[in-house]
T-cell receptor, first 112, second 113 residues
């Protein structure tokens, strides 16, 4: 049972464009929603995270939008750059052990 | 400060062989995790630990065992490797404090023939 659904599987965006990746979750007990960025041959690294008491969080060119009623959240990358080309994973967590359930990932390619 | 390290980086096994993957962290983190990453399936939690001497099952624990004898180390064992265990394995750790950030190691690529 996949508790976090992520789309699209892959995305090609021109330099300077906006990249949008969407995730939907089922478990209403989730209380922490991070996005991880992974470059080829590396481990994932935290990019940005949000809690369900806010609807939006922005850090530089990266923004998370959160819709609690729809159980959806999305990552927006403004002014996308070739260096943003990576795989992005959304995740959702709950509990004291902060177990994370990951989406299946989106491979982003930013072209010149 | 090396963060999270994993040993080995690559390994090829034959079906039925056993091996142990080592994860070490130097951040004094309480929690440690083992994930496997497969194409199109994201990261799936195998086992995790909330402190020295404790372990718990994750989403896909079958065929794996773990031990956390020392706070800084988390070992993942495969007793009898199967081709279905061909994957990239990631270890992660996090502090017990307010922030929930998990810090990942560089991964171990395992192939089972």
């Amino acid at each position: 049972q996949q508790q976090v659904k992520q789309s699209p599987q892959s995305l090609i965006v021109q330099k300077g464009g906006i990249s949008i990746i969407n995730c939907a979750y089922e478990n209403t007990a989730f209380d922490y929603f991070p996005w991880y960025q992974q470059f080829p041959g590396k481990g994932p690294a935290l990019l940005i995270a949000i809690r369900p008491d806010v609807s939006e969080k922005k850090e530089g060119r990266f923004t998370i939008s959160f819709n609690k009623s729809a159980k959806q959240f999305s990552l927006h990358i403004m002014d996308s750059q070739p260096g943003d080309s990576a795989t992005y994973f959304c995740a959702a967590g709950t509990g004291t052990a902060s177990k994370l359930t990951f989406g299946t990932g989106t491979r982003l390619q930013v072209t010149l | 400060n090396a963060g999270v390290t994993q040993t080995p980086k690559f390994r090829v096994l034959k079906t039925g062989q056993s091996m142990t993957l080592l994860c070490a962290q130097d951040m004094n983190h309480e929690y440690m995790y083992w994930y496997r990453q497969d194409p199109g399936m994201g990261l799936r939690l195998i086992h995790y630990s909330v402190g020295e001497g404790t372990t718990a099952k994750g989403e896909v624990p079958d065929g794996y065992n773990v031990s956390r004898l020392k706070k800084q180390n988390f070992l993942l064992g495969l007793e009898s490797a199967a081709p279905s265990q061909t994957s990239v394995y990631f270890c992660a750790s996090r502090s017990a404090g307010g922030r929930h950030t998990q810090y990942f190691g560089p991964g171990t690529r395992l192939t089972v023939l």
